[in-house]
């Protein structure tokens, strides 16, 4: 099961994820499918509490 952390860190080199996280990104918002689907696919930890709270490192990280 992978980390928030070490999807971020796949992000800064895998195209094919960054492709993934724009085409989510598209629309500037993420609803909660979206985002249980993403988590799902990519073994992420995660749970829908910490929504809020990865949203706003993603706008930091300037996904949105």
């Given at each position: 099961?992978?980390?928030?952390?070490?999807?971020?860190?796949?992000?800064?080199?895998?195209?094919?994820?960054?492709?993934?996280?724009?085409?989510?990104?598209?629309?500037?918002?993420?609803?909660?499918?979206?985002?249980?689907?993403?988590?799902?696919?990519?073994?992420?930890?995660?749970?829908?509490?910490?929504?809020?709270?990865y949203l706003e490192q993603?706008?930091?990280?300037?996904?949105?």
């Amino acid at each position: 099961m992978a980390t928030v952390e070490q999807l971020v860190k796949q992000y800064e080199t895998d195209k094919a994820l960054q492709a993934e996280v724009a085409a989510i990104m598209a629309d500037g918002k993420v609803s909660m499918m979206e985002f249980m689907q993403f988590a799902k696919k990519h073994d992420v930890a995660i749970s829908l509490e910490d929504l809020p709270k990865y949203l706003e490192q993603a706008k930091k990280l300037g996904f949105m």
